[in-house]
T-cell receptor, first 118, second 114 residues
Framework: AQKVTQAQTEISVVEKEDVTLDCVYETRDTTYYLFWYKQPPSGELVFLIR??????QNEISGRYSWNFQKSTSSFNFTITASQVVDSAVYFC???????????????FGQGTILTVHP | EAQVTQNPRYLITVTGKKLTVTCSQN?????MSWYRQDPGLGLRQIYY???????DKGDVPEGYKVSRKEKRNFPLILESPSPNQTSLYFCASSLSASSYNEQFFGPGTRLTVL
């Protein structure tokens, strides 16, 4: 069985602070993909990043960066110099590569509500 | 424009009144899926479909039905809705079930069952 845990239910920061959202996962698959999605107040799900289990290189995209550590089964997301527009619910998710009853399914974490105050 | 559409976007109904939430994608995707989102639980898969006429249960299928008669459409049916099905529902599609294929999500349907 797969499991994704986002232990931080809510985080509140002041604009320009850096913030890290934690994601820990469990899977028996050796090959899998990890994702982060953003859900702004309007409700839609916005894809942020996809990372496969063989690529442990950290990734940076503007103010966003992701730290994937297979040894600790973590895929953390950092927002540098946060802005009010970053306020949203953020979901971490895992999708197995192939096979089994989980094939194709995205397993989501519980989500972290990020509020950035001006 | 490549997209997944859902209708209706908002629905308030009463217990026991059958309803259907439609989902359609224009990307010729094989894999389609329904999720429900509840506070503190994230999104959980209800049903999925690997291709036309191939559907299977996800983690929380009780009280739901689906069909996949055409590749583009994957409606979610609630035969006798109950208040515990009040939730935000998302339809998603991807080229295939392979994990490297990104899942595209619809805009969501907010359902309230009184």
């Amino acid at each position: 069985a797969q499991k994704v845990t986002q232990a931080q239910t809510e985080i509140s920061v002041v604009e320009k602070e850096d913030v890290t959202l934690d994601c820990v996962y469990e899977t028996r698959d050796t090959t899998y993909y990890l994702f982060w999605y953003k859900q702004p107040p309007s409700g839609e799900l916005v894809f942020l990043i996809r990372r496969n289990s063989f690529d442990e290189q950290n990734e940076i995209s503007g103010r966003y960066s992701w730290n994937f550590q297979k040894s600790t089964s973590s895929f953390n997301f950092t927002i540098t110099a946060s802005q009010v527009v970053d306020s949203a619910v953020y979901f971490c998710a895992l999708r197995p590569y192939a096979g089994g009853t989980s094939y194709g399914k995205l397993t989501f974490g519980q989500g972290t509500i990020l509020t950035v105050h001006p | 424009e490549a997209q997944v559409t859902q209708n209706p976007r908002y629905l308030i109904t009463v217990t026991g009144k059958k309803l259907t939430v439609t989902c359609s994608q224009n990307m010729n995707h094989e894999y389609m899926s329904w999720y429900r989102q509840d506070p503190g639980l994230g999104l959980r898969q209800i049903y999925y479909s690997m291709n036309v006429e191939v559907t299977d249960k996800g983690d929380v299928p009780e009280g739901y039905k689906v069909s996949r008669k055409e590749k583009r459409n994957f409606p979610l049916i609630l035969e006798s809705p109950s208040p515990n099905q009040t939730s935000l529902y998302f339809c998603a599609s991807s080229l295939s079930a392979s994990s490297y294929n990104e899942q595209f999500f619809g805009p969501g349907t907010r359902l309230t069952v009184l």
